[in-house]
C-alpha cells in the first residue's frame, strides 16, 4: 500500500522554480513530521526541509531563504517550493513521514516516498 506519493520533479534552468507535491495517507499525515530529503550522485541522502504538524519549519542551511516547505491538511499534501535552484540542488527528492516522539512506537518510525529526479542544468 502506497502511502506517500510525490510529483513535481524535472529539468528546470539555474536560477528556476520548481513545486514538488507530496500526497500522503491521512493517518500519516495528520501525526508524523513531513520532510524533503534529497540525494545526489555519489552522495549521502541529506535533509532538505522538514514539517511538524504545528507548522514548525526546518531548513538545510544550503535551501535557506531559496526553498519552502508548506503543508495543506485538508489535501494531506506536503509542498517544497524551490526558487533561485541551482545545479547543486540536482538530486532525487525523497518525500519522508517521520514519527515524531510521543506516538506509540508500535507505529512505523518513518515512510518514504519513491522519489523524483530535479535536475537544474542549462
Known amino acids: 500500500q502506497v502511502q506517500l506519493v510525490e510529483s513535481g520533479g524535472g529539468l528546470v534552468q539555474p536560477g528556476g522554480s520548481l513545486r514538488l507535491s507530496c500526497a500522503a495517507s491521512?493517518?500519516?499525515?495528520?501525526?508524523?513530521?513531513m520532510g524533503w530529503y534529497r540525494q545526489a550522485p555519489g552522495k549521502q541522502r541529506e535533509l532538505v526541509a522538514a514539517i511538524t504538524s504545528g507548522d514548525g519549519t526546518n531548513y538545510a542551511d544550503s535551501v535557506k531563504g531559496r526553498f519552502t516547505i508548506s503543508r495543506d491538511n485538508a489535501k494531506n499534501t506536503v509542498y517544497l517550493q524551490m526558487n533561485s535552484l541551482k545545479p547543486e540542488d540536482t538530486a532525487v527528492y525523497f518525500c519522508?513521514?517521520?514519527?515524531?516522539?510521543?506516538?506509540?512506537?508500535?507505529?512505523?518510525?518513518?515512510?518514504w516516498g519513491q522519489g523524483t529526479q530535479v535536475t537544474v542544468s542549462s
Open positions: 519522508n513521514a517521520m514519527r515524531p516522539p510521543g506516538i506509540p512506537t508500535s507505529r512505523p518510525r518513518d515512510y
Open positions: 491521512r493517518s500519516i499525515f495528520s501525526i508524523y513530521v
